[in-house]
């Protein structure tokens, strides 16, 4: 797969689907147009590379998850032989390692805080993935889900205005922790 494809695949259908193997047949079945497989192995990628491009759907593998695939270059390797059409990664020895072997590379970075946010740029520099996953996606769902518990939630990490202070706090957030001075006076 190109890059150009996966542009265009990703502005029809901007809905991926992120699978284990119980999910697999159903994310087969849907409209997705792109799979990221959180359970590969060994003995199974083939049979779902070629299941997958059979429905039409671009595979990409995570491969730090990948069972029974060592995490190094070689696993890289292998997985472009079996024709996946890229690989998702924290570690950016294995997106430079994708690139080299004409895979996407998909870099995930789990951003918890400003000092993180600092380190994705220095990072992307060194890797240059084609595509970048951010995670969390959402972070009121998960405080609604604690908030449940009767015990406090403090939102902390990245609210740098007076709006993302009030999103969080009406997200059910007891308070919010935050570095930003002017944010101390609300």
């Known amino acids: ?3 150009r ?6 502005e029809n ?6 699978v284990h193997d ?4 159903q994310a087969l079945e849907s409209p997705v147009e792109i799979i990221f497989y959180l359970d590969a192995n060994l003995l199974t990628i083939n049979d779902r590379t070629q299941q997958a491009h059979a429905a039409g759907k671009a595979l990409f593998v995570h491969v730090d998850l990948a069972d029974g695939i060592a995490k190094d270059k070689t696993a890289v390797e292998y997985l472009a032989q079996c024709k996946v059409d890229g690989i998702l ?7 430079r390692r994708a690139k080299e072997c004409g895979l996407l590379a998909v870099q995930r970075f789990f951003v918890l805080d400003s000092q993180g946010v600092n380190s994705i740029h220095e990072m992307l520099r060194t890797s240059a993935p084609h595509i970048i996953e951010i995670m969390p996606g959402v972070i009121t769902k998960i405080i609604n889900r604690f908030r449940q518990e009767n015990v406090p939630v403090i939102a902390g990490g990245l609210l740098e205005t007076k709006a993302e202070v009030t999103a969080a706090l009406a997200g059910g957030a007891s ?3 935050t570095s930003r001075a002017e944010l101390w006076y609300l």
Not at 5 to 10: C, L, N, P, S, Y
Not at 13 to 18: E, G, M, Q
Not at 22 to 25: L, N, S
Not at 89 to 95: N, V
């Open 1 to 3: 797969m190109q890059y």
């Open 5 to 10: 494809e996966f542009v265009d695949r990703i």
């Open 13 to 18: 259908c901007p809905v991926i689907a992120a």
């Open 22 to 25: 119980h999910q697999w047949q």
């Open 89 to 95: 990664s924290t570690r950016p020895g294995m997106i």
């Open 175 to 177: 308070g919010v922790s």
